[in-house]
C-alpha cells in the first residue's frame, strides 16, 4: 500500500484571545522539522488566517475538498484546535475518518488513532471549551518559547537594559548599566545592605521604567536576575540569551552567596556583634546570634555589658540545649582557628618563588586544558539533549526535568567561563592563589589584633572555613587549600609535593 501523503494545515486567527499563538512561520517550522521526524510526505501547504470558531473557512473548506478528492490521505497541523473548533468542521473531519477517505491526522501536541477510542478523544480536543482554554495557556507558552529558543527574553529589559522595539532587541542602556554593574560589585564584598544599595540607586538617580525610585524589595529582584550574565528565566526555566551580559557569571555567583548568607541570618543590629551569622550550632544547625546582657555591679555603682552569643533555636519541632556564650571566650577560639593557618614570612616568599615556577609550567598545559573543558561543554549539550528527549517522551516529570536542567545550564555556563578565562589569561589560578597566601600571611597579625573583631570574621569569611559551635567549643571545618596549608607545617614537606596548582 502507498504511504499516505499529508496536507499541512497552520492556522493563526485574529481573535483577541488567540492572539499570543504560535506565529505562522513558527508552527510552520515546527510543523516541517516534525514531519522531518516522522518521515511525512507532505504534499502541500495550507495557511488560514481566520477563526476556526465558526464553520466558514476558504482554506480549510478548499483543504477538504481536496482531501475527498483523494488528494492527501492525513492532515498535519499544530493542534487538534487548529483545525476546527466548532462542530460543523469536526464533524466532518471525523466523517472523513470513518469512511477511510482521511487515513490518518498528525499533531505535535496530541496523540491521535484512527480508533472509536481515538475519534473520542479527537472529539474532545475539536469540542469541549475546557480542553481549549487548557491548551491555549499551553500554546502560549509554546508561542513564547519559540522566541524564547532563539533566546529572545519577552517581556520588558530589566534595568541597566533598554528594549529597542525596532530591532526587537535588548541593548546594554549606556548610562544605567555601569551603574547596575556597581550594585553588584558592591554587594558581592558582602558589607552593604538592599537598603544602602537601594539609597546609592537614589542618589545617582535612578528610577524605574514607572519613575519610582528602587526600593529593597527590588534590589533583592535585581541581584537574583540571571538575566545580567546573560541568561533569563522564563517560566521557571533558565535561557541561554542573545543580549550582552552586563556581569560574569561568577560575579553573580558571589552575590548569590552573599545574598543566602545575609537574608536570612544577618539582623540590621548586627554591627554590634561582629560574630553573627559566622558560625552555626553544632546540635541543632541554627544560627548564632549574639545578645547585649547588662550587669549592675551595686557595690561599684555602674553597669557592665557583656555580649553573649547563642544558638537562635530555631528549629520547628526540636529543641537545642545548647548554653550561651561570652565574646571574648569566641574571640579567644577564634584566633586560634585563625593562627592555624597564618603563614611564615620565609614560607610565604617559597611559596611564591615555587608558584612563578608552576606558572612556567602550566602555560604549556593550558592549551589540554582548553580542549578537556571543550569535551566537558559537549557532553553537556548532549545531556541537556537527552534530558529533553526523556521529559517529551514522558521519561522524567516536570519538576526533575527544570531542576536537572537548571542545573545543566548551570554546570554549561561556568565551563563556558572557564574556557574563555583560560583562553584569555592562561594563568587566572595564580591570582586568587597568590591572595590566598598574602591572606595566611596576615593570619598572625589578625589573630593578635582584639580591637578589629570585624576583620576576624571577614578572614574566616575568606578561608571560606565551616564554623560550627557546639559546647561553648568553636570547631572548624577547612576548605582543601586552608587545610593543606594547616598540614604543611614546614617548607620541606611543601617540597615533596608535585605542585600547588588547582585540582582540575
Ligand atoms: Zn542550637
Known sequence: MKSPSYFLYARKSTDDEERQLLSIPAQIDELRTFAQKEGLNIADIFIESKTAKVPGR?????????????EAQGILAWHPDRLARNAVDAGRIVYLLDRNILVDLKFPTFWFENTPQGLFMLS??????????????????????????????????????????????????????????????TYAKGNSTFESLSNMLKSKGIVSRG????????????????????????????????????????????????????THVFPLKSLDFPFTGLLRCGECGMM?????????????????????????????FASCSQPFIRQEILTAQLNHHI??????????????????????????????????????????KDK????????????????????????????????????????????????????????????????????????????LRKTGSNLTLKNRIVDCDLPEQW????AAPTTRNREARAGIGPAQ
Open 288 to 316: 548564632i546570634t549574639a545578645e547585649h546582657h547588662f550587669r549592675r555591679y551595686e557595690t561599684v555603682g555602674h553597669s557592665q555589658d557583656f555580649i553573649y552569643y547563642r544558638c537562635t533555636k530555631k528549629r520547628r
Open 384 to 459: 541537556l539533549n537527552n534530558l529533553l528527549d526523556s521529559y517529551l517522551d514522558n521519561v522524567v516529570s516536570r519538576e526533575d526535568y527544570l531542576t536537572k536542567k537548571n542545573q545543566l545550564m548551570g554546570q554549561k555556563k561556568t565551563i563556558e567561563e572557564k574556557i574563555s578565562t583560560l583562553e584569555r589569561v592562561p594563568n587566572k589560578w595564580l591570582e586568587p592563589m597568590r591572595e590566598f597566601f598574602d591572606t595566611a600571611l596576615t593570619a598572625d597579625k589578625i589573630a593578635g589584633d582584639n580591637e578589629n573583631l570585624i576583620e576576624k570574621k571577614e578572614f
Open 58 to 70: 476558504d482554506i480549510f473548506n478548499q483543504m477538504m475538498g481536496k482531501v475527498e478528492k483523494g
Open 483 to 486: 587545610a593543606a596549608l594547616r
Open 124 to 185: 474532545i480536543a475539536f469540542g469541549q471549551s475546557k480542553y481549549y482554554v487548557d491548551s491555549l495557556s499551553e500554546n502560549t507558552k509554546r508561542g513564547l518559547r519559540q522566541k524564547v529558543r532563539k533566546g529572545e527574553c519577552p517581556g520588558q529589559a530589566p534595568l541597566g537594559y533598554v528594549n529597542d522595539r525596532l530591532n526587537k532587541k535588548i541593548l546594554l542602556d549606556p548610562k544605567v548599566a555601569p551603574i547596575v554593574k556597581e550594585l553588584f560589585e
Open 211 to 262: 519613575g519610582k525610585y528602587i526600593h529593597n524589595s527590588r534590589v533583592t529582584f535585581i541581584l537574583s536576575n540571571p538575566f545580567y550574565f546573560g541568561y533569563f528565566r522564563f517560566n521557571k526555566e533558565i535561557y541561554q540569551g542573545i543580549h550582552e551580559p552586563l556581569i560574569t557569571k561568577k560575579l553573580y555567583d558571589e552575590v548569590q552567596a552573599v545574598i543566602k548568607r545575609r
Open 339 to 380: 593562627q592555624k593557618v597564618s603563614l611564615s614570612a620565609s614560607d610565604h616568599e617559597w611559596l611564591i618563588k615555587r608558584m612563578a615556577k608552576d606558572e612556567h609550567i602550566q602555560r604549556s598545559d593550558t592549551g589540554e586544558h582548553v580542549q578537556g573543558f571543550k569535551v566537558d561543554l559537549l557532553n553537556r
